[in-house]
T-cell receptor, first 114, second 111 residues
């Protein structure tokens, strides 16, 4: 298995533009998590899916952020419109069950909004 | 509510010396505790976990951690540090489904 695959690895965009981050979890994993990492705030959980259903999106900063998981092998995190304060590394992780045992993280997407 | 504190932003040790990276936690209920490592420009990699049982947990790359319920701590240790251990280390806790991470401790092992 290639692990959790995130794309793109790097994204530079102008303020106000729409940004879409993509994640392919490990095949067979039924839980998916989106995290954001910044120097100031560390790792923050944005949203958690179980069996493709959003279970907890309380970490999504505001309405500009949205996430979807249309099937078991794909998830997106969208920011519209983007702002410079959204600049961060966004990680996707998956696990076999809703238990956190066995989280596997992707390599992350480094987003820079100018 | 659940949270993790890593009191040191950076730990610096000489190669061959023992290392300790500190972590304390706060959680209602039984804690599940984890350590992850992050190398530059990479995702987090699982090192070890405590779910139940023996308080001393052994993990990858020679690391171990000791669960101390009375002190609500889960310090990461290694008897002899390597330069290649230099990285960012995260402690995490959960009593449910999602991990709450500490802010991370940067470990620097000098030759």
């Amino acid at each position: 298995d290639a692990g959790v695959i995130q794309s793109p690895r790097h994204e530079v965009t102008e303020m106000g533009q729409e940004v879409t981050l993509r994640c392919k979890p490990i095949s067979g994993h039924n839980s998916l998590f989106w995290y954001r990492q910044t120097m100031m705030r560390g790792l923050e959980l944005l949203i958690y899916f179980n069996n493709n259903v959003p279970i907890d999106d309380s970490g999504m900063p505001e309405d500009r952020f949205s996430a979807k998981m249309p099937n078991a092998s794909f998830s997106t995190l969208k920011i519209q419109p983007s702002e410079p304060r959204d600049s961060a590394v966004y990680f996707c992780a998956s696990s076999l069950e809703s238990s956190p045992d066995g989280y596997t993280f992707g390599s992350g997407t480094r987003l820079t909004v100018v | 509510a659940q949270s993790v504190a890593q009191p040191e932003d950076q730990v610096k040790v000489a190669e061959g010396n023992p290392l300790t990276v500190k972590c304390t936690y706060s959680v209602s209920g039984n804690p599940y505790l984890f350590w992850y490592v992050q190398y530059p420009n990479r995702g987090l990699q699982f090192l070890l976990k405590y779910i139940t049982g023996d308080n001393l947990v052994k993990g990858s790359y020679g690391f171990e951690a000791e669960f101390n319920k009375s002190q609500t701590s889960f310090h990461l240790k290694k008897p002899s540090a390597l330069v290649s251990d230099s990285a960012l280390y995260f402690c995490a806790v959960t009593s449910g489904y999602a991990l709450n991470f500490g802010k991370g401790t940067s470990l620097l092992v000098t030759p």
